[in-house]
């Protein structure tokens, strides 16, 4: 049995290892717990900076942001177009407001995508936790289906030497009718 776990684990991991290295890997997946949770582990490596990024990146992301920035453009339109005619701060083309897009663009893109470098690392590590764990699952099973072979043997020769008793018991009672 302990040779087809091996078999098992050194088919799943695709390599070979050497005895030491396969003892330790059967003992890791058998006897300890191997799940983690991978969001509160991420949470306590998260620099102030990976905090910023983000919370950045959930308010930039949300319908809240967009209505309020569109609101924002239309305010800073508005604003230079009618309401401040000749002394308009960013006159039509709005070359100003083409800057400060430019700049938010240009700093909310690197944002995001730290974010997401960050969220990519996590899904990675849940996929590696979900492999070990399932890993682990078919090992177990794959024990618990031996020893439901070694119980199914061994009530087949319960069987056998409770109908061999039975026999006896009958060939006993005809002899004394």
Known sequence: MENRKKEIVKML??????????????????DEPITIDVDKEND???????KVADKLSEIAGSWTFII???????????????WLKDKAIDPYPFILLNLLLSCLAALQAPIIMMSQN???????????????????????????????????????????????IDDGDNKEEKINE
Request: proline share 0%.
């Open 118 to 164: 960050r969220q990519a690392k996590k899904d990675t590590i849940r996929n590696k936790n979900d492999y070990h764990t399932d890993l682990k699952s078919e090992l177990i099973l794959e024990q618990l289906y031996d020893h439901l072979g070694i119980v199914i043997h061994n009530q087949k020769k319960i069987i056998t030497l409770l109908k061999k």
């Open 68 to 82: 309020l920035f569109c609101s924002f453009l239309i305010f800073w339109i508005v604003l230079n177009l009618f």
């Open 44 to 50: 306590a490596k998260m620099t102030f900076g990976d």
């Open 13 to 30: 991991l695709n390599r070979n290892l050497e005895e030491k290295d396969e003892a330790e890997i059967l003992d890791l997946l058998l």
